[in-house]
């Protein structure tokens, strides 16, 4: 019972300043804590440049080797030029040239990589792990380079496109084939700068930066590097997460009539009471950025961990006068590393996702249990209040899947650790959940408590296992056990051995239904430079935390997710939450965003911030529902769970200090509300896994932004408050208290019908609402067919063998289509084969189901499962029966509830228990 | 050999089951229904409940859900809404969802819900219904008993309440006379002063014409000589205590209420050596047997305690005056200012980041905010109790003195010898005070008072000069003696008002309450529960108000206490004590489910009604007739 009593003798004279710490921690978003552009030199010099003011670099010595394109590059004038006055760092620069290197891989994404040379000082760092390790085999064989005009080499990069090297001012264009049309450059406004490693030369030369008290001390320098990339042919660039936005496209940074804005920083960081609208860096990034316009769809992303900041120019910032047109110009710049970007070129948006998640991985395949609906507070407090809680489902009928443990369960924070009071027999509880199909998730963070009698740290700092500081010492800092160390993630000797402590012979009191929760992993510090660790520690082979920082809380996740998969010996598929990402940690798990708050405003937030992560990889994702800080008001909490129900990662949390909120506390009717919510995702799971199949084959996310399906509706491109999960179904927020009517945009094409009614809505249009507090608008788009489960349990295990439902939504040549994919929700056996994977396809009044499952690759999952019910949207009336094949049945056809509720009127044409079983081929005539 | 017989007896076990389980099962027509909705499905088409729609016989139990409702399919898991019926025959009937059917979990003990194959359920009914049944006997039992001495409380409780009601009114009638007494003495007394002081001027008239007559003598002669000056100096003296004494007291008052200008009593600033004295003084006040000299000497102990820790607030209060929100924004202002933490070493700067998330202050062990927080609530109990202008001996510490409370609550109510130990009463009223009064007899106090007052009035006698002091002094001393003793009148009759007035409950079960407190220790914590009052929770010397006395709630089932100790960017603290039969006042359970928000259960003979009594028998035979006489062998 945690209560702020008192214990020891009292320091009366302290209690002003006790007073203040109270008062400043009641206040929200610590500006000042955190490194603005103006405090962060390589930002501040890099920003101040204008348009081809660098001193340009030439290209030489231009061949092909080893199937790539290789060059130097040098400075075009032998010294750089005094003009950078205001940058003493940076005219002494010794110029030596850096090598360059473009290779092509297969689906038109080009690499380039830019570094020193070999006579620098030291090997800059590059990111790794993070690339497929099968990328390699994907490298087009470059033979040959053409010179479509003097100065300039060109080489093929995918069907109808290519890749033009401009030699001297330096520059690279992605263009389409014959029209020349340009659709990626680097370096076309001449921003491009290499801080090049070099000695320190003068003893009063300060190379240490301080921030706030910290003292960084910069051993090597500065290293930052920048440039321009532009996006022609766009209307909006999107992506780079993690920031809270409640626009869906990224907010021009500068430029003409932009407000004074900082650039978009990706700086992992524990943002106490996050602001819901800034381009200040949260928990995760990805340097990943696309665009998008009614003629084209591009990528563009840098491999780089270091410190990123990034400027989305205001059309007209290099010419007020002539601003340009279709084209989105940006400024990327980081604190070291080396140029590792990777440019893709697509026909349709979905081409550049599929792109992007080629070189990274796609998602990985979640158990299905993940999928559904979880449970947490800080904190479950004991063994009777996780049974208390677990019972208060069953008793008001409210599914759920996992219950969560956050940091207050272990003895001391001492993570593999259980409190021996209050979680006695830690095993026996997630027993009894297991035995209604439920899981258990514990929270697992990075800093490891600074305690000899505990066995991590023990070995860990036996075997020097712990990120070294500036001095290279055991890199000493604070966080929730107090005096904590860290573990060098970066090493996969270190990774290996974590992914060992996760084992249930190491892990006491884990069971195999417990998966796990990293937290803290940016890393939080807090008594760091920023709530982080300093730049200057020493992480394994030299690296310093500047270059690898974004990437820390990665190779964590990484580590876990390892550990959970060798604790199944391979077989079953891990489940971590993350709080802190970077491109590539969808392979390992899912992520929410983190620390959020019980406003409205964060309610809006959250849809552009889930759609961003999703356009950037990272689709299993979700926001806490009702708010992490403060308590939200019934109403708020309503829709927060109508809305998340939609969230790909749907999940509860809530802050220690707040009140319970579990569904059945706020009175009947919200409880009654809550549960729909639920029961709404709960009946939607086989869609929903259906789309996780989907995004781990293709990439393309489960929760999209309107334009992903639509990317010829410009109405749809900076649509942040409304999205489709799926193909099929349109979900439009609700983000105001009290709201009586709503705007909905239905994008152009198609019509679409109303979930609730049925009733069907024109395309391309804003259509004014209603809106109930019995739920948020949906929409089911015309031409599709949606698979639902609509019987309800306790928990999504219990779902295995109930019977289908089918919504096919009829477009105007009475025709639709949808997908169904089925496996075990648990193991690997898919790889091999052990799935169903069904199209259904409706047309000329017949619905047949077609096996998509590759002939070739063998393998079956048996399933009795049938379909009980088909639901026909815009099917004229008159139909009376269905005969199925094989074997000549025969269901009613009659007039049935669209969904199964109370007071639901029976006006949707229903097939009646055709009992057709999803794994068969079969074909259903409506007569 | 051993395997297989295992293996057949497990089979032939299994079968068993199997059979017992499905010949349970009902008919497809009554699969889930309650016998009492049986008729409902006797026709051939049936309505939805929601008159959504009409469904046919064939329809009943189909796996289809026709009725959104779930009429229909009460034996399915078809319809999301509907809700299924198991018998359970020698346990209770249970109604549950129809999510529960065919989910291969066990939900009814007799196996009904799960009837598709795919997992065989035991009938457990007569064996969880023997435990339920016995619990329920049990529970019967306690209801009975606790009836019993709930009766017994309620005609106490009348009792006590009667003669609550007649001690106040015979106060009121004592309090009357007494007021005339005092003023009487009073007029007697200023009278005497009078007297004196002419008394005086006529001697000082006489030592000036003394003194002129021997100056002008001594101008011839020079030998003065000492007057009898230790008869002339006493009365002043004694006059000056008198006023010393208001003064203190005055000077207490403006203590506490106006703690800003409060400065002196800085040498003792460490709490911790105030709540020694505390220790001190609560056990030095239970060891002197009187009240005079022991309860002054802790009166004027208990004061600096106050100060000391008044002290610590008006320090605070000086550095940032004005109120709560004003000292807010000034801080917050300075915070802006001095929000560097550059000043900070590591490890306070480490502990000030993670207090934003946990609101914990910021240095282990470092609770001194608490600490001064309990120093104004100290305050305010004190301002609270100082209400009638009168300052209370009654303190924490007497709670403890349980000498005293048993004399007093044997003669009230005796059997609270039977009480936990973590029931005591209370005494913060101050019976033991008044006691001295009223154990002589009251009828005749007043008359010996009376007696004693005509006396004194009559033995002095004014026209004697010079005054005779002796006598001055008994009628002063007679005054100070009255006016106090109607000020303790006055202060228990404003006591027992403020007690009437609360509702004690339907037939007054809850008045012995009002003089009691519960404790219930949980870990490191003590929880003091004291009805009508307040709710603390204790660790050590510090206390914790988890909330003041609000009301009943839910029809007496309920006590509420609220606006309890303000939580770190909280709610205030608060609890909610719901109570149950049994046959202690016991507080058995407690627990801050929210932070901040508490929440126990007291079990009190209160709660047993009657009434309920016999809905527990009408349960108790339910489940009785449902006995299949079969499972008797099992």
């Known amino acids: 019972m945690p209560s702020p009593a008192s214990r020891s003798p009292p320091l009366l004279l302290l209690v002003p300043f006790l007073l203040l710490l109270l008062f400043s921690a009641a206040s929200a978003w610590k500006k000042d804590e955190f490194r603005n552009c103006n405090q962060t030199p390589f930002c501040k010099r890099a920003r101040g440049r204008k348009a081809h003011s660098v001193p340009s670099l030439s290209t030489a010595d231009i061949s092909i080797s080893d199937g790539a394109v290789v060059a130097r590059l040098l400075p075009s004038q032998p010294l750089r030029q005094a003009t950078d006055g205001d940058d003493p760092e940076s005219d002494t620069v010794p110029p030596r040239p850096l090598l360059l290197r473009i290779s092509v891989y297969q689906g038109g994404v080009l690499r380039l990589h830019i570094d020193e040379d070999a006579s620098a000082p030291r090997r800059r760092f590059q990111v790794p792990d993070v690339l497929l390790p099968d990328l390699d085999d994907r490298r087009l064989w470059l033979s040959r380079l053409s010179s479509p005009a003097a100065g300039s080499s060109s080489f093929y990069l995918a069907e109808g496109f290519e890749a033009v090297l401009v030699h001297d001012p330096f520059q690279i264009q992605v263009r389409r084939k014959g029209s020349g049309e340009p659709v990626l450059s680097f370096n076309s406004h001449g921003l491009f700068d290499f801080e090049q490693l070099r000695a320190k030369k003068n003893d009063d030369e300060d190379w240490e930066e301080r921030f706030r008290g910290h003292t960084d001390t910069r051993p090597h320098g500065p290293q930052s590097i920048s440039f321009d990339i532009s996006f022609h042919g766009a209307d909006f660039v999107y992506g780079i997460p993690e920031h809270a936005s409640t626009s869906l496209a990224l907010r021009p940074t500068s430029g003409p009539g932009v407000e004074f804005s900082e650039p978009y920083r990706l700086f992992n960081l524990d943002v106490f009471e996050y602001l819901d609208d800034s381009p200040f860096g949260l928990y995760g990034s990805i340097p990943f950025m696309l665009s998008h316009g009614a003629r084209s769809s591009s990528g563009f992303f840098w491999l780089n961990a270091a410190e990123m900041q990034i400027d989305v120019l205001g059309p007209g910032w290099d010419d007020p006068a002539a601003p340009a047109k279709d084209r989105i110009d940006t400024v990327w710049m980081s604190e070291a590393g080396v140029v590792d970007a990777f440019f893709f070129v697509g026909h349709e948006p979905k081409d550049v996702l599929r792109q992007y998640t080629g070189i990274t991985g796609t998602p990985a395949m979640p158990q299905e249990f993940a999928v559904a609906y979880h449970q947490c507070r800080w904190n479950y407090r004991d063994e009777e209040d996780v049974a208390a809680v677990d019972a208060g489902f069953d008793e008001h009928d409210i599914p759920y899947d996992v219950l969560w443990l956050d940091i207050e369960h272990t003895d001391g924070k001492r993570y593999f650790t259980w409190d021996r009071v209050l979680f006695p027999n830690p095993q026996e509880m997630q027993g009894k959940l297991a035995a209604k199909g439920r899981h258990m998730v514990t929270i697992v963070d990075p800093h490891i408590k600074r305690d000899d009698s505990f066995y991590i740290h ?85 690296v310093e935390h500047r270059e690898l920082h974004n990437a820390y809380g990665y190779y964590f996740h990484m580590a876990t997710s390892n550990g959970l998969l060798k604790r199944g010996n391979g077989k079953d598929r891990p489940f971590v939450l993350s709080r802190a990402f970077f491109a590539g940690s969808q392979r390992y798990g899912a992520v929410w965003t983190g620390d959020n708050t019980a406003d409205w405003d964060h309610l809006r937030a959250s849809v552009p911030m889930i759609l961003t992560l999703g356009l950037t990889g990272m689709t299993f994702s979700g926001a806490d529902v009702g708010g992490f800080f403060g308590n939200p008001e019934p109403e708020l909490l309503v829709r927060w769970y109508q809305l998340g129900a939609y969230y790909p990662f749907f999940r509860a949390h809530a802050h220690q200090d707040t009140k319970r909120r579990e569904p059945w506390l706020f009175g009947e009717r919200n409880t009654a509300l809550i549960r729909e919510a639920v029961h709404v995702r709960y009946s939607l799971l086989p869609y929903y896994y259906t789309l996780f199949r989907e995004a781990s084959v293709s990439g393309i996310p489960v929760m999209r932004p309107l334009w992903l399906e639509f990317p010829a509706d410009k109405e749809t491109y900076n649509n942040g408050e409304a999205f489709m999960v799926g193909p099929s179904l349109l979900v439009q927020g609700i983000y105001e208290e009290r709201q009586k009517s709503v705007s909905v945009y239905l994008p152009a094409g198609q019509s679409w019908y109303n979930l609730r009614n049925g009733v069907s809505y024109a395309g391309g249009v804003s259509h004014k609402l209603e809106v109930s507090e019995d739920s948020i608008p949906t929409f089911q788009r015309a031409g599709t067919i949606i698979p639902r489960k609509d019987r309800f349990r306790r928990s999504s295990t219990q779902m295995v063998n109930d019977p289908y439902t089918l919504v096919i939504a009829l477009n105007g040549s009475f025709a639709a289509e949808g997908e169904l994919y089925v496996d075990d929700g648990k193991t690997y056996d898919f790889e091999q084969g052990a799935y169903i994977h069904r199209r259904f396809i409706f047309a000329d009044l017949k619905l047949t189901s077609v096996n998509i499952h590759p002939a070739n690759l063998g393998g079956k999952f048996p399933s009795d499962c049938v379909i009980e019910r088909i639901v026909l949207l815009g099917l004229p009336s008159g139909a009376k029966k269905a005969v199925i094949e094989p074997g000549n049945r025969e269901a009613n056809v009659e007039l049935g509830p669209l969904t199964l509720r109370g007071g639901s009127s029976p006006d949707a044409i229903t097939v009646r228990k055709p009992n057709v079983h999803i794994a068969d081929d079969w074909t259903l005539r409506i007569l | 050999m051993g395997a297989c017989l295992r293996i057949s007896l497990t089979i032939s076990c299994l079968l068993l089951i199997w059979i017992s389980a499905s010949a349970s099962i009902p008919s497809r027509e009554s699969l889930g229904i309650a016998p009492q909705d049986l008729s409902y499905y006797k026709s051939d088409v049936i309505k939805c409940k929601d008159g959504s729609k009409k469904f046919t016989k064939e329809q009943l139990n189909d796996e289809f859900c026709d009725c959104p409702d779930g009429t229909d399919e009460p034996g399915t898991s078809a319809c999301p809404q509907g809700k299924f019926y198991c018998p359970n025959v020698g346990h209770i009937p249970l109604t549950t969802f129809s999510s529960r059917v065919n989910d291969g979990i066990c939900d009814c003990c007799d196996g009904s819900d799960e009837y598709n194959g795919n997992v065989s359920c035991p009938n457990t009914c007569w064996e ?148 020694d004295h505390d220790d001190t003084i609560a056990k030095s006040g239970h060891e002197a047997d009187g009240r005079s000299d022991g309860s002054s000497f802790s009166h004027v102990e208990k004061q600096h305690v106050v100060e000391a820790q008044d002290n610590a607030v008006s320090k605070a209060n000086t550095d940032y005056p004005g109120t709560e929100e004003e000292l807010s924004s000034h801080v917050a202002e300075q915070g802006q200012v001095s929000d560097s933490t550059e000043g900070l070493s590591r490890e306070e700067l480490g502990r000030l980041v993670a207090s934003r998330w946990t609101r914990e202050n910021a240095a282990e062990g470092n609770d001194e905010v608490n600490m001064a927080k309990e120093g104004l609530e100290h305050d305010e109990d004190i301002r609270e109790e100082n209400h009638d202008g009168y300052i209370s001996d009654s303190d924490e510490d007497h709670k403890f003195e349980d000498d005293d409370l048993e004399d007093d609550q044997d003669a009230e109510f005796g059997e609270d010898h039977e009480e936990p130990t973590g029931a005591y009463s209370s005494d913060e009223d101050d019976k033991t005070d008044y006691s001295d009064l009223t154990v002589s007899g009251s009828s005749s106090w007043l008359d010996k008072i009376q007696q004693t007052v005509n006396n004194v009035l009559q033995a002095f006698n004014f026209f004697r000069r010079p005054v005779n002091i002796s006598e001055a002094a008994t009628v002063r001393k007679e005054y100070d003696d009255f006016s106090s003793e109607l000020s303790k009148i006055q202060s228990r009759i404003s006591r027992l008002n403020e007690k009437l007035k609360y509702d004690f409950g339907k037939d007054r079960e809850f008045y012995s309450f009002y003089d009691r407190c519960f404790e219930s220790k949980q870990n490191k914590y003590t929880y003091k529960v004291c009805p009508f009052k307040k709710a603390s929770q204790v660790e050590g010397h510090s206390s914790t108000q988890l909330g003041h006395w609000d009301k009943f709630d839910e029809s007496y089932r309920v006590m509420l206490f609220s606006n309890g100790d303000r939580c770190w960017n909280g709610p205030d603290r608060s609890l909610k004590v719901r109570l149950r039969c049994g046959l202690k006042n016991e507080l058995v359970d407690i627990d801050e489910p929210s932070r901040c928000e508490y929440v126990a259960i007291l079990s009190t003979p209160a709660l047993c009604l009657e009434e309920k009594i016999k809905e527990l028998q009408q349960k108790l035979e339910d489940m009785n007739t449902g006995q299949p006489s079969a499972h008797d062998e099992l």
């Open chain 2, 128 to 275: 969880a219904g023997k435990v339920a049944r016995e619990k329920l006997q049990k529970k019967i039992a306690t209801f009975q008993n606790g009836v019993t001495i709930r009766k017994q409380e309620v005609e106490k409780a009348k009792q006590a309440f009667a003669k609550d009601e007649a001690e106040l009114s015979k106060l009121r009638s004592e309090e009357k006379i007494l007021k005339e007494l005092v003023q009487k003495l009073k007029e007697q007394k200023e009278r005497i002063e009078k007297a004196e002081e002419e008394e005086r001027k006529k001697r000082e008239e006489e030592e000036r014409r003394l003194k002129e007559a021997e100056r002008k003598a001594n101008e011839s002669k020079n030998a003065p000589e000492e007057s009898s000056h230790d008869i002339t100096d006493q009365a002043p003296e004694k006059l000056s205590e008198l006023h010393n004494q208001d003064a203190m007291e005055d000077h207490h008052d403006s203590a506490v209420e106006d703690k800003n200008d409060y400065t002196t009593g800085t040498e003792i600033s460490d709490n911790q050596v105030a709540n």
């Open chain 1, 458 to 542: 023990k070995e860990a700092s036996e075997r020097g296992y712990y990120v070294k500081d500036a001095s290279g010492k055991d890199f000493d800092g604070w966080c929730w056990p107090g005096s904590s160390s860290y573990l060098d993630v970066l090493n996969p000797e270190i990774r290996e051995w974590w992914a060992e402590k996760f084992s249930f012979e190491n892990y006491v009191g884990s069971t195999p239904s417990l998966y796990i929760w990293n937290d803290m992993n940016e890393p939080s510090v807090f008594n760091g430079p920023e709530i982080s660790m300093p730049r200057d520690a020493i992480h394994f082979g030299d």
